[in-house]
Nanobody
Framework: VQVVESGGGSIQAGGSLRLICVAS????????MGWFRQGSGKEGEEREE??????????HYAEFAKGRFTVSQDNDGTTLYLQMSSVKSDDTAMYYC??????????????WGQGTQVTVSS
């Protein structure tokens, strides 16, 4: 199983960025997939959910992501995108992608990538 994120980088506040996650090797498509992030500004800061797509296509967003971020999945159900707009310095974090098969859809215990860093400068 592989989960690989890309698209991170340095960006100025107010700008846009698109993250991409490609998953493979998991039984049964479409995959249940989601984006999480973990900042480094606070000691012990936990990983938080950003957005996810359930196996039935239902989309969930964290409050901070609503209206600014858009999550989408390709028709094959193995690639997940996160379009980030109007980014803020608080969005600076390592962004992780998680994937699981459509039967259990338990991202916490699913498959995780290594993360892609997003750094927003003001």
């Amino acid at each position: 199983v592989q989960v690989v994120e890309s698209g991170g980088g340095s960006i100025q506040a107010g700008g846009s960025l698109r993250l991409i996650c490609v998953a493979s090797g998991i039984d049964d498509r479409p995959y249940c997939m989601g984006w999480f992030r973990q900042g480094s500004g606070k000691e012990g800061e936990e990983r938080e959910e950003v957005a996810r797509i359930d196996e039935d296509g239902t989309i969930h967003y964290a409050e901070f992501a609503k209206g600014r971020f858009t999550v989408s999945q390709d028709n094959d159900g193995t690639t997940l995108y996160l379009q980030m707009s109007s980014v803020k310095s608080d969005d600076t974090a390592m962004y992780y992608c998680a994937a699981d098969n459509k039967w259990s859809c338990d991202l916490g215990d699913g498959y995780w990538g290594q993360g892609t860093q997003v750094t927003v400068s003001s």
